[in-house]
């Protein structure tokens, strides 16, 4: 599974990171290595990047980069309580 099929509030451990180049290092000097954990904060509409909670800081991913790290889900977030529905006063991934 890709990091980019993922939705908020998912936890997943990355398993390998498909991406070359500058693009690759950086994302690996951002904790993005094998059996690393992290929640998908929220994703960003039409295209737009993922905003992702790991080694306790968030980061921008674009879509076409996600795409390149594969996943293994740890947890759905899907709690199928309201989910979906904005809450007041901003999103949290430390839930319910």
């Not at 498909?18 to 509409?45: N, P, S």
């Given at each position: 599974?890709?990091?980019?099929?993922?939705?908020?509030?998912?936890?997943?451990?990355?398993?390998?990171?498909?991406?070359?180049?500058?693009?690759?290092?950086?994302?690996?000097?951002?904790?993005?290595?094998?059996?690393?954990?992290?929640?998908?904060?929220?994703?960003?509409?039409f295209g737009g990047?993922?905003?992702?909670?790991?080694?306790?800081?968030?980061?921008?991913?674009?879509?076409?980069?996600?795409?390149?790290?594969?996943?293994?889900?740890?947890?759905?977030?899907?709690?199928?309580?309201?989910?979906?529905?904005?809450?007041?006063?901003?999103?949290?991934?430390?839930?319910?």
């Amino acid at each position: 599974m890709q990091l980019s099929e993922l939705r908020p509030r998912d936890r997943f451990r990355i398993q390998s990171v498909r991406v070359g180049r500058e693009i690759g290092r950086r994302l690996a000097d951002m904790g993005f290595t094998e059996g690393t954990e992290g929640v998908i904060v929220r994703r960003g509409g039409f295209g737009g990047p993922m905003q992702i909670r790991i080694r306790e800081y968030d980061l921008l991913i674009r879509k076409e980069e996600a795409a390149r790290v594969d996943v293994e889900l740890v947890e759905s977030g899907c709690r199928g309580h309201g989910f979906g529905r904005r809450r007041r006063g901003g999103y949290s991934p430390e839930f319910d």
